[in-house]
């Protein structure tokens, strides 16, 4: 039975260069395409952004030390820029802050609560990211704030499940924690 050859890290990287080579001049192509055929509509701009989102994905997936929170904490970021920015360019309807965001934020937060249950024993590999998560989830909150948001709703039940979600990690982790507070810090 013949087994397909490993790529070596040399070659993966030429693969990774030409690649990303290809999407520049797909993006400056699609640029070009746009402003001769559809000058009004600036669909080239959402190609560009789903490409550069897809490179954010692909680059950080290929890192060899790969945390999962650490991805979703990345993707988290990624897919609402992403969202944000594709409102903004459709007219800005405000449905990337009132639905998106508030949406992916519960996603990634029921994620690490899924991940804390799992394997709540390298929950202190997760905790860093966990914490940024939670960050991330108070801009709905803020937004709310600043009456950015039209439905309050959605962003006041994001940012209530990460903080759910904050205390149960904790309390499901708590012991671990302890442990390794006393082993890093010899107390």
Known sequence: ??????????????IIKISIII????????????????PNIHWAGLCNAGII????????????????AGHVLIQTIAISLLTVYIDYKTGFKAW?????????????NIT???????SHKKYIKYAVYQLLIVIVSTIPIF?????????KTLSIIATTISGVNLILS?????KDIKEVIVRKFHI
């Open 143 to 151: 937004l709310v704030y600043e009456n950015l948001v039209q439905d």
């Open 1 to 14: 039975m013949l087994y397909p050859q490993k790529i070596n890290a040399k070659n993966m990287d030429l």
């Open 53 to 68: 989102y897809i490179w954010v994905t692909v680059l950080y997936s290929i890192n060899k030390n790969i945390n999962i």
């Open 96 to 108: 990337s802050v009132n639905l998106s965001i508030p949406i992916i934020i519960i996603i990634a």
């Open 112 to 118: 690490m609560l899924i991940l804390t249950i799992i």
């Open 23 to 38: 999407s520049v001049f797909l993006g400056i192509f699609l640029v070009f395409l746009n402003r001769m055929t559809t």
């Open 170 to 174: 904790l309390s499901l982790s708590a």
